[in-house]
């Protein structure tokens, strides 16, 4: 929703904020934050709040460390967790040099600059994600153990399924923070749950991602549990996904997606590094329906690429292959300028793979390009990529790539 200025002010202080909490991420998606007075919120408006960048991930060293937060006013939500009296509120922030130009490693100025580009070319993203995680239990010290929460399996119901109630309370927070969830259900593996959203523009569908993994973290904790997002929390496991839903729409109403697509698989090797991000993110690749090979499909979940069943508005492309520890600005924005080159250039989808990939014979995966197996090689990939040093700045591919 926007908000103008005044009405931000003319919020606070009729609602009992006391606290403004001006939220960012480090390069790899992980949500910062410094809390302001709302006597310091003309500041704020007017010049930027100044923070240390020094001690942030990929932000720069003691040289050069002062970076300016601006809040984006569209983004005001109230933490309902917090107390009533005396409420804190959020809103996230694009991060600025002194002299007020935008700091090169601000993803969701990244992300706000493809989604720019993408418009000019007349086309409209709009993202969707499907989140998994684990609930753990924690030992009598409070320090989180590897006991899933519970033994249920697939949507499965109460009281097998314990994590119902959990996912209950994080759905109607974030309801209170005009966030609508679209369903949520527990997943395949003990203690795994999946709470997905509707389509959204691409900068507030990341918003939601960066979000949905803080809420589920102070959930869970109130609730005497650990929300795990790593991709593989346990071995013999399904491991944890955030299947990422692509739509795409074109002011001409020309026929985009398959070019699209195209953009997206022949740019797969390169973005990975950035959608899946640790050496545990290689051990959930090609087997329990986590993508080994390059390819794309109607609705067989073997795929990287998958064409789910559905009609009109809910027609997609859902990506299998990332993790929630990715940075959602850096993945939507790369997705938005792989399907752009696809699109531009008029690239070809390849014939669908409509076979389980999974238990295929060699003589047929042969014919398949491969995702890298380990960081190592998806590190290489983006490393040496004229596409990836198109799209991101050097800064940040030498965080990932090192």
Not at 267 to 273: E, G, L, R, W
Request: hydrophobic fraction near 40%.
């Amino acid at each position: 929703m926007k908000y103008s200025k005044d009405e931000i002010r003319q919020y606070i202080a009729e609602e009992d904020v006391k606290f403004i909490r001006m939220a960012f991420c480090d390069i790899y998606g992980g949500q910062k934050n410094i809390s302001i007075m709302p006597q310091e919120l003309d500041r704020a408006f007017e010049y930027g709040i100044a923070i240390d960048a020094s001690a942030i991930a990929g932000f720069g060293d003691e040289v050069h460390s002062d970076l300016f937060l601006h809040p984006d006013t569209s983004t005001l939500a109230v933490l309902p967790w917090r107390p009533e009296h005396g409420r804190v509120v959020r809103m996230f922030c694009s991060v600025t040099h002194p002299d007020g130009t935008a700091f090169e490693a601000d993803t969701r100025t990244i992300l706000r600059r493809a989604v720019e580009d993408a418009e000019k070319e007349g086309i409209s993203f709009g993202f969707g994600s499907e989140m998994e995680f684990y609930l753990f239990e924690r030992d009598e010290t409070g320090a989180p153990t590897k006991i899933p929460y519970d033994t249920a399996g697939y949507m499965d119901i109460a009281p097998e399924d314990k994590g119902e109630n959990v996912r209950r309370e994080i759905c109607l927070t974030l309801e209170q923070m005009g966030i609508n969830p679209e369903s949520s259900h527990h997943e395949e593996g003990p203690g795994q749950n999946e709470i997905d959203f509707r389509y959204s523009d691409p900068l507030t569908a990341a918003d939601h991602a960066v979000t949905f993994r803080a809420v589920v973290n102070t959930i869970a904790a109130r609730n005497g549990l650990y929300a795990d997002f790593s991709p593989k929390p346990l071995k013999d496991q399904p491991g944890n996904g955030m299947h990422i839903n692509i739509s795409a729409a074109s002011k001409e109403k020309r026929e985009i997606m398959p070019s699209l697509i195209a953009g997206i698989l022949s740019h797969a090797s390169d973005i990975t590094v950035f959608l899946n991000t640790t050496e545990a993110s290689y051990q959930r690749f090609g087997s329990q329906k986590a993508p080994r090979y390059i390819s794309w499909s109607s609705e067989n979940r073997s795929q990287l690429i998958r064409i789910p069943a559905a009609m009109g508005e809910y027609k997609r492309a859902e990506l299998r292959s990332p993790d929630p520890l990715c940075n959602p600005y850096i993945a939507f924005a790369l997705l938005i300028r792989a399907g752009l080159d696809g699109i531009k250039t008029n690239a070809v989808l390849p014939p669908a793979a409509d076979i389980n990939l999974y238990t295929a014979a060699a003589k047929v995966t042969a014919g398949y390009r491969v995702l890298p197996q380990t960081l190592a090689e998806a590190k290489a990939s983006a490393a040496g990529s004229e596409f990836i040093a198109k799209c991101l700045p050097q800064s940040i591919i030498r965080q990932y790539t090192r």
